[in-house]
């Protein structure tokens, strides 16, 4: 069996790329394909924390480097898989372990979960540093439509592509009832609460909602603040145009406390102004939500067009206010899509459907 040490970040903390590599790490039927090692290269232990320093970092971060160091001494690896840090200074860090790496290993597997390697480009330094890593490695990415954001750095001879697994979140209930124009549907948000999630956004779509229509909608908001300026703002936009009544916020929310809102909501809209490939997309399938997002990053290729949601324009309160009057409005529309999430999500976005086609994916890559 060939031999793979997996260098990646895992919980705490818990976000989108610390769930994925969870599922690598427990993953049985990796362990039947591969002989596998593994080493978390996170320093972090919150969201906050992340691309901050401090001596504790860097104490830490020497730990690690000797725990992957004693690794490449004493044990030959066919191949060594890396899920690298955002761009920036994180990246920096995990670009260390990969040089490193590349000393003792000549397949070195780069995993991508984020974008902005193109942006970060300009930058020469970055590039200069950039560069050194992506060369002579293959990569692994979530979807075609961000090859653009590394073209410049690999070329796509190498480059695979490979979209995320959830965890299936659902708990039986007829999706169809309580979506009867006369009765309230309930929206659900969930996700941190940052502004280029896009809250605010929704904020003023139900304002829009409110004001020229009779619809009753209720909008649950689940996650974390991490901004108190945002924070604010968003509190004064609710208070101001008498929101409070039609909103709930909550925080706090994890683990299996998470399928409650999933299965008691009736729409999940995330009208992001930033993203890769989020997770919570794919969570919300799992349930069989109707869902409405934006174009950015890789969604498009996880969301298709009145097919299995709605794709609106980032920033856009009117365009987002339309589309939930649509599925509102809209019975045969709204239970079709709930159906081919669900089906989509069990056919391609199961955590037991990404392991297959990950082990397939390095076992082209390794032989």
């Not at 934006?294 to 794709?311: D, R, V």
């Amino acid at each position: 069996m060939k031999k793979i040490l997996f260098l990646f970040h895992l919980p705490p903390p818990m976000h989108g790329v610390s769930k994925i590599n969870t599922f690598i790490k427990d993953s049985k039927v990796l362990g039947q394909k591969f002989l596998i090692d593994h080493v978390s290269i996170s320093t972090s232990r919150s969201v906050e924390d992340i691309g901050t320093s401090g001596v504790r970092k860097i104490l830490f971060f020497l730990k690690i480097f000797c725990d992957v160091f004693f690794k490449l001494i004493t044990k030959r690896y066919d191949a060594i898989y890396i899920t690298p840090s955002l761009p920036g200074i994180g990246f920096f860090k995990d670009s260390i372990f990969v040089i490193l790496s590349k000393i003792f290993c000549a397949n070195i597997i780069l995993h991508l979960h984020v974008q902005g390697y193109k942006k970060a480009c300009k930058n020469k330094l970055y590039k200069v540093i950039y560069s050194l890593v992506f060369k002579n490695t293959k990569v692994i990415h979530l979807s075609p439509l961000l090859y653009e954001d590394i073209s410049g750095l690999v070329d796509d001879r190498y480059v695979y592509f490979l979209g995320n697994g959830a965890e299936n979140l659902f708990e039986w209930r007829d999706r169809a009832r309580g979506l009867k124009c006369n009765t309230s549907i309930t929206v659900l948000f969930f996700s941190n609460l940052l502004e280029f999630k896009g809250p605010l956004v929704l904020l003023k779509a139900l304002s829009y909602i409110k004001s020229n229509t009779k619809h009753n909608i209720f909008i649950q908001f689940v996650g974390e603040w991490h901004d108190p300026d945002f924070k604010n703002v968003f509190f004064d936009y609710l208070l101001e145009h008498e929101l409070s009544d039609v909103v709930s916020v909550r925080t706090g929310i994890r683990g299996d406390s998470r399928k409650e809102f999933f299965n008691t909501a009736d729409v999940f809209v995330l009208p992001t102004k930033y993203e890769a490939y989020p997770l919570v997309l794919l969570e919300a399938m799992s349930c069989g939500l109707p869902i409405i997002s934006t174009f950015e990053g890789a969604i498009p290729s996880i969301i298709k067009q009145n097919e299995n949601g709605i794709l609106v324009n980032k920033d856009d309160h009117k365009a987002l206010a339309h589309a939930l009057l649509k599925l509102i409005e809209n019975e045969s529309l709204r239970i079709a899509i709930s159906n081919n999430n669900r089906v989509k999500y069990l056919e391609n976005y199961s955590v037991e459907s990404f392991e297959i086609r990950l082990t397939s994916l390095l076992e082209e890559i390794v032989s």
